[in-house]
């Protein structure tokens, strides 16, 4: 006899009758989570629900279209993959059956900010392990009752996050002390600057072109586990949970937001999808702004391209080609001096060497 207790799922032929009905505002499929029995799509959502949204979405879409980012100098559109024809997002990831959507929310926007504000390619991969199994659970938070993107980004300020090879991600509750590599305060990322910016459209697309991504929440309807392209419109199905993820663009034009969901490539537009301004309180649900981030970890394999120094004998800055300008620092002139020595020399060779960057200084090192 079949279990009947748990969540029914919608019916895909009543959403595309829904779609149909709608003007096919978007394209659904059979995707990697429209496989999954209902109670295994549910457990990927990590963030209460907020069903009183519902109640405003008509206004909280008037006010979104109404904050033209042009009013404020901001582009019209903005995708921060396509910027001058670079790419400075982060890759896609799957979070798997656990409901840490928020460390992956809060981790994917901190990785945007870091590259896109310094204008580099260099991978930035942090641990989302950490932030859910150590930092979440240490305020009872697990897989079943998820957490919020202001207390993640609490704990990425004070103490930082290390980066995913000192603690791989992998779904399932886990003691995330016993796993960490013991190393990981000399390899971190910390938040050094965020807001909450719920409810302010216009701010939210001035720190989106500004930093790159904001971490946003939003309601979770059953039609949106089969969206596959096109700008998500909740048109049928029950509130399944709450969920967090990475919004990298906006367009004005399309009246959207472009986001980055942790749910891996094989669901919506390759991992991503765009969902109307005022939609499932995506603009009101819990939105926040990273907006300053400090590296402390070993840099390897960088080609020096430059170097630079004046009178001063504190004013001296070395060019990694992946990493850019930071500053030489080991705390003593002399020893600053023999490493710009040694750097010009990697230079002149072609030879790539090893910074330990600090906050922007590099106070050691290696060169072969």
Known sequence: MADNSGPRPLELKTLTAALEAAGQPWEMAYTSITALEESERVIRLGVPPRPELQETAAADAAAAIAAKAENIGAPAAFD????????????????????????????GATEVVFRYTRRTTMPVDLSEAQLFYIYARSEGRNCGNGWWPERALTHAKATGVTFENYYPYTAGDQDGNTKINADWPNQLVKVTDWATISGNALQMKQDISTYGAVTACFNVFQDFFSYRTGVYKHVAGNLAGGHCVVLIGYDDAQQCWIARNSWGAGWG????????????GIESYQTCAVR??????????????????????ANLWVHGAQRGWLHLDSGSPVTSHAMASELAAAKALGRQVGLYENNGSVTQIYAW
Do not use: M
Request: contains cysteine; charged residues 15%.
């Open 80 to 107: 921060v993959r396509k910027v001058g024809g670079v790419s400075y997002d982060s890759p896609v990831k799957d979070q798997g059956g656990c409901g840490s959507c928020v460390a992956f929310g809060t981790a």
């Open 269 to 280: 537009d390759s991992g991503y999808f765009r969902i109307g301004y005022g939609e499932c």
């Open 292 to 313: 300053g981030v400090a590296l402390t970890a070993w840099l390897p394999n960088q080609l020096v391209t430059a170097l630079w120094s004046n009178e001063s004998d």
